[in-house]
């Protein structure tokens, strides 16, 4: 149902682990393909973790292997380089993208490890460039409430201490100027109704791309 010559709609969901991002990210995706929409979802690090690099971050997070803080940062960095084209060219072709972490999640966990080395102004730097979102959802959970769902606590990063470190570092970065296409979503409620909040504003979105104009890149 893409009108003609619309480009799609860059759209990243974002949040803390357990937040509940892929349930929604599945069922947007599902929801715009039902309205007739070209439609791609996507995830950061990369789906199977199956690219050169995706391996590598998989084995990091897995505790199968060590790296450096500013290493395993820029691996996940270059992790979305290797598919800022592709994302471009499917949003100049109609298609609205959805994308499952991004650059937000890149900064704030690296900056949350506690390396005095490792600022979030630091670990911004690697993103300036990419295509910046039309639109952030960050699903707001309490940290309390995100370790309470199943499986937290299995890969790198999922301790109670990181959540909150991460979540802080989050607020302060919805903050900034530059991020007022970010939308905060309560994600401590029913599936549905989070469901539902999200494709509101996500469809208002698509229909005003016009209006935002050209893809623009994350300064
Ligand atoms: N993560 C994810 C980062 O540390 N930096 C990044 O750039 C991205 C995209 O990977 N705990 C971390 C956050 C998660 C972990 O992601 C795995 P997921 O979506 O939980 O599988
Ligand atoms: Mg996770």
Redesign the pocket.
């Known amino acids: 149902m893409a009108e003609k010559g619309r480009r799609g709609a860059l759209v990243v969901v974002e949040g803390l682990?357990r937040a509940g991002?892929?349930s929604q990210c599945e069922l947007l995706y599902r929801s715009l393909l039902a309205l007739n929409y070209k439609t791609k979802y996507i995830?950061?690090?990369e789906k199977d973790r199956s690219t050169p690099i995706g391996k590598q971050?998989d084995s990091y997070?897995r505790g199968q292997s060590q790296l450096d803080d500013h290493s395993?940062?820029l691996l996940?960095?270059a992790?979305?380089w290797e598919v800022a084209q592709s994302i471009q060219d499917d949003i100049a072709d109609g298609v609205t993208v959805i994308v499952?972490?991004?650059?937000y999640?890149?900064a704030v966990?690296?900056a949350s490890k506690g390396n005095p080395n490792l600022s979030l102004h630091w670990a911004w730097q690697p993103e300036v460039g990419l295509p910046r979102p039309d639109l952030c959802l960050f699903l707001s959970i309490s940290p309390e409430d995100a370790a309470k769902r199943g499986g937290y606590g299995v890969?790198?990063?999922?301790t109670d201490c990181m959540q909150r470190r991460v979540r802080d570092l989050f607020l302060s970065l919805l903050d900034l100027p530059h991020n007022d296409e970010i939308c905060v979503i309560d994600a401590g409620r029913p599936v549905d109704e989070v469901a539902q909040d999200i494709l509101e504003p996500v469809l208002e979105c698509m229909k005003n791309v016009d209006s935002i104009g050209p893809l623009k890149k994350l300064g």
């Open positions: 682990d991002k892929s995830r950061f690090p971050i997070l395993i940062h996940f960095s992790n979305r499952d972490r991004y650059s999640s890149g966990y690296s890969e790198r990063y999922e």
